[in-house]
């Protein structure tokens, strides 16, 4: 799936893009001709990722649960303008469901369905303005399949049930609105499965049609695709890119 060129010219603001799945996307959409703002609160790292990425890119440091930093950081947007969104930014809370207290509850929402919802309704009129609107939002397979994790899972489905909500309400100002929702992904965060947990990260290997993990650019292809002109027609949807892993299930 290559997109060329195609986004010469465009803006892009992707969250949570100094590392791993983030970064691999802010590179792809660079590749594919876009100006990219690389979203993250740790501005060294965001700086480092820059330099990686070139001249296309630079870094906008801000929490996004954080409101007013997240303002600020749009009226940064606002002087270029913004095309496409992506929403990558996304926690997780590995403890059992009787571990969680509300709270806990509380902030995992707050980062992956809140601030995705704020930072649509702030890049919008961006978008009408400039006559050309993607958001994608990164989700998950654990929406798709039962397998406990129930605080992340139940953040992830109302991220696509968001995303379906705002496809239909922005459709007819031509904004599309769609996620992708990854499988296994082999970025520096998820190494650790390999080293703590093999017996683990072998049975999922097992699991998954294609008998490995993606490499983070097999998710960005998909992700710079539904920016792209090509997937004009396309809203409200979740593309599953996991491998073959929900199949078996």
């Not at 906008?60 to 600020?72: I, N, Q, S, W, Y």
């Not at 969104?85 to 369905?113: K, P, Q, T, Y």
């Not at 970025?187 to 703590?196: A, I, K, Q, Y």
Request: some cysteine.
């Amino acid at each position: 799936m290559t997109t060329g060129g195609k986004l010469e010219g465009r803006r892009a603001l992707v969250t949570g893009a100094a590392r791993g799945l983030g970064l691999a996307i802010a590179s792809r959409l660079a590749a594919d001709g876009a100006q990219v703002s690389l979203g993250g609160r740790d501005i060294a790292a965001l700086e480092e990722a820059c330099v990686a990425i070139g001249d296309a890119a630079r870094p906008l440091a801000f929490d996004v649960t954080d409101e007013a930093a997240t303002a600020t950081a749009f009226e940064r947007l606002a002087t270029d303008g913004l095309d496409i969104l992506v929403n990558n930014v996304g926690e997780r809370d590995r403890r059992s469901f009787e571990e969680i207290e509300r709270e806990d509850m509380a902030r995992l929402m707050d980062s992956n369905l809140v601030a995705p919802f704020d930072l649509a309704r702030r890049a919008v009129p961006l978008m009408r303005a400039s006559g050309y609107g993607r958001i994608v939002n990164i989700t998950s397979i654990a929406s798709h399949i039962a397998r406990g994790d129930a605080s992340y899972t139940a953040s992830k489905a109302a991220l696509d049930g968001l995303t379906r909500a705002l496809a239909a309400e922005l459709g007819q100002v031509g904004i599309t609105v769609n996620a992708v929702a990854p499988g296994f992904v082999l970025t520096e965060r998820n190494e650790e499965w390999f080293t703590d947990g093999p017996e683990i990260a072998d049975h999922l290997v097992r699991r998954t049609s294609l008998g490995r993990w993606a490499a983070p650019e097999e998710i960005a292809g998909p992700v710079a695709f539904l920016a792209s002109p090509e997937a004009s027609y396309i809203t409200g949807h979740t593309l599953i890119v996991d491998g073959g892993y929900v199949t078996h299930f």
